[in-house]
């Protein structure tokens, strides 16, 4: 199944709508013989490493397959959060009240380490501090949000609070949820521009981007590490992988890729997006009061905000467990929207498009080093300020500049038997998480 022509705008296209504005440019650096540092990924993680790298005096040169930030940085929704998720874990079963506490606190330090990033390098991405909607698909999940409510506003600092049904007008234009919760530790940007103005950034810096190079093995050699390209080979005093939702290697096989050991531990999970011809302004400030990030609290859910300039719905969710393509995709993700705003029914889509997040087995991200390869990776689709924090925090590993702790770094890091990184079972995990959605709101 595909959009209708009836939903599709005059120059439908199937791209990221933000590269309207800021498409990845094409790189002409050559690859070179020798880097101390080689950084593998050219997403908000490398990007993030390959300038702290730098302002520690470190020579690094930046690796990705296609150009630098093609991949989620510039595909995601642009919403920007502190790893809020993290509260909705057990981890103090899992980890022990201190742990679980480090490992929440630290999560909750990618938000402000984002503003100041952005700040201090003067990166123009439209970004506000607006605040997130977390809307409830039942009863049940408000009163749970409610529970985390002041947990969650002392890790952040901010201030975060409960919206009930009766009120939920005065923060989301719609009647489809049970009220919800708000957390003014958040913020938005336009990804495409945030990753575009990081790797300005850390060429400023004199980190070497190099596009079209494609990784397929690191071996470990006296004094560093031999690293085989598709555009040669090169050599470096360490390695760090930043791979994230795209690890896997060519065609989606673990197999030959930059870490084979890294793959097995994450699912790469497609997640779709569309985004609507403009609209009236008096429509986007009923539908998005305060102009808010909203992402409901569905096992599949939903993710959604206003376009940077308040013209357009922009519009994500999980559409397919399968492989689709973004024209079969957004027909789900057209229905979704209109569940939720009725009066969209007949809004047409201008652009649709997909690109890969990293689960974790734990649901946890982690940095660490294997083989004597670091990595970092599994932001479990809230990667816009933690892939950041992770990749700044693995540069210092790297670099051994790290003063504390990072509660992140070294925690075992859970496959299963037979894993090589492809994850054949997810249609039906998640067909079996939207069954359980339906029974939810059934039984609500």
């Not at 899992?94 to 700040?119: D, V, Y």
């Not at 470096?236 to 791979?243: G, I, Q």
């Not at 793959?263 to 497609?270: S, T, V």
């Not at 689709?381 to 990749?391: D, E, K, L, T």
Request: proline share 6%; charged share 20%.
């Amino acid at each position: 199944m595909t959009l209708p022509a009836s939903l599709q705008a005059p120059g439908f296209v199937t791209r990221p709508y933000w590269w309207d504005a800021a498409e990845p440019p094409r790189r002409e650096n050559a690859l070179p013989a020798h880097s101390a540092v080689a950084v593998v990924g050219g997403g908000y993680a490398g990007l993030s490493a390959a300038l702290t790298l730098r302002r520690l005096g470190h020579e690094v040169v930046v690796l990705d397959a296609e150009r630098i930030g093609w991949g989620a940085s510039s595909r995601n929704g642009g919403a920007v959060s502190g790893g809020l998720k993290l509260a909705k874990t057990d981890l103090t079963k899992k980890h022990g009240e201190a742990q679980a506490n480090a490992i929440m606190e630290t999560a909750a330090a990618s938000f402000p380490f984002i503003e100041e990033l952005i700040a201090r390098e003067g990166i123009d991405c439209d970004y506000v501090r607006c605040g997130r909607f977390s809307p409830a698909w039942t009863p049940a999940h408000y009163e749970g949000m409610a529970a985390r409510a002041a947990r969650l506003a002392q890790l952040t600092g901010h201030p975060t609070y409960m919206v009930p049904r009766e009120r939920q007008r005065e923060a989301l234009g719609s009647d489809h949820y049970y009220g919800g919760m708000i957390a003014e530790g958040a913020g938005s940007l336009h990804p495409g521009k945030y990753a575009r103005g990081l790797a300005e950034a850390a060429e400023r810096a004199g980190a070497l981007l190099v596009d079209g190079v494609r990784v397929s093995g690191i071996r470990q050699q006296a004094g560093g590490f031999h690293i085989a390209t598709s555009q040669g080979e090169l050599t470096a005093d360490a390695v760090l992988v930043a791979t994230n939702g795209y690890t896997r290697g060519p065609n989606g096989g673990s197999a030959g890729g930059a870490m084979p050991w890294l793959a097995k531990r994450l699912m790469p999970i497609a997640s779709y997006i569309i985004a609507t011809e403009p609209l009236p302004v008096e429509t986007i400030e009923r539908l998005f009061p305060r102009r808010r990030v909203v992402s409901d609290s569905r096992r599949v859910l939903n993710y959604f905000r206003c376009s940077p300039d308040g013209s357009r719905v922009v519009w994500g969710g999980r559409a397919s467990f399968r492989d689709a393509t973004p024209e079969q995709a957004a027909p789900a993700l057209h229905a979704s929207m209109t569940t939720v705003f009725p009066e969209l029914k007949d809004i047409r889509v201008t652009h649709a498009w997909n690109g890969n997040v990293a689960f974790t087995f734990d649901f946890l991200p982690h940095i660490g080093v294997q083989d004597g390869i670091h990595y970092a990776a599994g932001c479990q689709g809230s990667g816009v300020a933690m892939a950041s924090w992770m990749g700044h925090n693995a540069a210092l590993k790297v670099a051994g500049a790290g003063n504390a702790g990072f509660a992140l770094d070294g925690l075992n890091f859970p496959t299963v038997p037979f894993y090589d990184g492809t994850p054949w079972f997810l249609p039906v995990v998640g067909e079996w998480y939207r069954f359980r959605d339906r029974l939810d709101r059934l039984r609500a």
